[in-house]
């Protein structure tokens, strides 16, 4: 199917993709599944290990990116990276994976970099926050052309950034303009937004708190779980406990609809076609 030009402009689609076979090589497979934006592991999600620097591919993939009109990328950092785990040496370990993939983004210039907050494993909220902060400041201090999303995350366990005002808290220590959210929906329902019901009051609610203009990015996913569950499992596009209906608001909703929106859920590339092509059909003109 070939959509309205305006349609593929207006909404930033997208899906996770593998990294392995190169920068550029994940923009052509965008453009095979539909997608004008899409994210990716900068390492091992779940080890620490980074491919090789490969200056040729990304100069390639900034071309294509830039002639195909793609909206921001969104790379993920990796869930092992976390700021403030207990352990002094492990923590000074993730923050070095931080400055690394910063630095690395650079390759990718003006695109997003998006990342788990962390979880504090008993120290306490503040002490975490505190730790986030402080390895944020030392990694963005160099100021690499990326701009740093904190994932709103479910509040499983001692996770940090399950509540909006947390990550406020965060961005606060921080003081820059290039740290922003990326709103997870199916993070945020299980976290207990009402995104089903009330999508304009947590939108309120957000910009009241943080300022809808540090909302840069969405992950589109539905989720196994009911409300407030803090679960964070993921479903399918309209499978899961948040259905169509609300993704058809969000991705026509007007504080939204130009933000880049990443696909995670349980699918191979087929299946995140076929969600890109049935979200695309969901489009008011
Ligand atoms: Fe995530
Ligand atoms: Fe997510
Ligand atoms: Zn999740």
């Known amino acids: 199917m070939v959509w309205a030009k305006d349609v593929m402009e207006v909404l930033y689609l997208g899906c996770h993709l593998s990294a392995t076979g190169g920068n550029a090589a994940m923009v052509r497979t965008a453009l095979d599944i539909g997608a004008n934006t899409f994210a990716f592991f900068t390492r091992n999600p779940r080890g620490s290990k980074a491919k090789k620097e490969d200056p040729a591919d990304c100069a390639r993939a900034v071309d294509l990116l830039k002639k195909e009109k793609f909206g921001p990328l969104v790379a993920h950092g990796a869930y092992t990276m976390n700021l403030c785990t207990r352990e002094p040496e492990a923590r000074a370990f993730a923050r070095e994976v931080l400055r690394d993939d910063l630095r690395r983004m650079a390759g990718l210039p003006e695109n997003f970099y998006n990342f788990h907050p962390g979880s504090h494993v008993g120290q306490g909220t503040d002490a975490g926050i505190a730790q986030i902060v402080d390895a944020l400041r030392q990694a963005m201090d160099p100021g690499y052309p990326v701009t740093v999303l904190l994932e709103t995350m479910a509040g499983k366990g001692s996770e940090i950034g399950g509540s909006f005002r947390e990550l406020k808290d965060i961005i606060d220590g921080v003081g820059r303009e290039d740290l922003g959210v990326c709103l997870d929906t199916c993070h945020v329902y299980d976290a207990g937004y009402d995104i089903v019901h009330n999508l304009d009051g947590v939108l309120q609610e957000f910009d009241a708190i943080i300022g809808l203009e540090r909302l840069k990015a969405l992950h589109l996913n539905d989720s196994k ?61």
């Open 225 to 285: 779980n009911p409300f407030s569950s803090h679960k964070d499992r993921h479903a399918c596009i309209g499978q899961g406990s948040l259905g169509l209906d609300t993704f058809a608001a969000i991705i026509n909703h007007p504080l939204l609809r130009d933000k880049p929106m990443i696909l995670e859920t349980p699918n191979e590339l087929p299946g995140y076609a076929r969600e890109i092509a049935l979200l695309r059909s969901l489009v008011c003109p």
